[in-house]
């Protein structure tokens, strides 16, 4: 987010104000309160503002949307800042997810989908990690995966592909997409809960999926990009 505020949003500047409109900035990850705020003051440097009849800045033809973490009372902290900071609340607007309602969402399960490599026309390959400096539960894995169990009664494990300890593991992993969905690749629901039911037991409390292979893969490349790492 800082990058993009910092280095983007000023080189798309003269573009944006050639061709007009508005322009939206959309945070993600980290607190919600600071990252909008933050993307006020950014815009308002990069765009300019003038004050309103009840002396709040509005951003010139730009503003913010914020969607991720929003329920009854971020929301009120969000406004409550925003007036603080002396910006007008029209320059915000929020997405309605999950909080707002039963709030069962991705989060609930900590379940998302993620690219972690990418071949491009050329043939050129690159892992490729989510590495948000404000959330580091939002780190993504990187590369080619194999997620695989020793044994029929053990829980899987994800390692990096091709690593010598996925020899002899029982791969698990299943293409359930490839450029379409693949025929066949998703069981029905009652297939599922009787899996869940097998599964369930092999898990163990708190239990941790992630092989020390991986994770030291993880822990060299958050080590580059200057994170801290477990």
Known sequence: MRMFLVQVLPKVADL??????????????????????????????????????????????AGVIQGDGINYHTLKKILEAVHEAGYSAQN??????????????????SFATKLSHIVYANGEERDVMKTPKSSSAKTSLPGRLFVGRERPDSAPVVLPLGDPACR?????????????????????????????????AFTPPNGNAMSPQLQAKIDNILKSRGHKTT
């Open 16 to 61: 944006h104000k050639a061709n007009g409109g508005t322009i939206i900035l959309r945070p993600d990850s980290g607190d919600p309160v600071e990252q909008v705020v933050k993307a006020l003051k950014a815009a308002e440097k990069t765009f300019g503002a003038a004050k309103n009849g009840k002396g709040y800045k509005m951003i010139n033809n």
């Open 92 to 109: 915000v607007a929020f997405g309605m997810g999950g909080a707002l309602l039963q709030k069962m969402n991705r989060d609930t399960m």
């Open 168 to 200: 002899g593991m029982e791969p698990v992993l299943k293409v359930v997409y490839n450029k379409r969905p693949v025929p066949g690749a998703f069981d029905d629901f009652d297939r599922v809960k009787e899996r869940l039911k097998t599964e369930w």
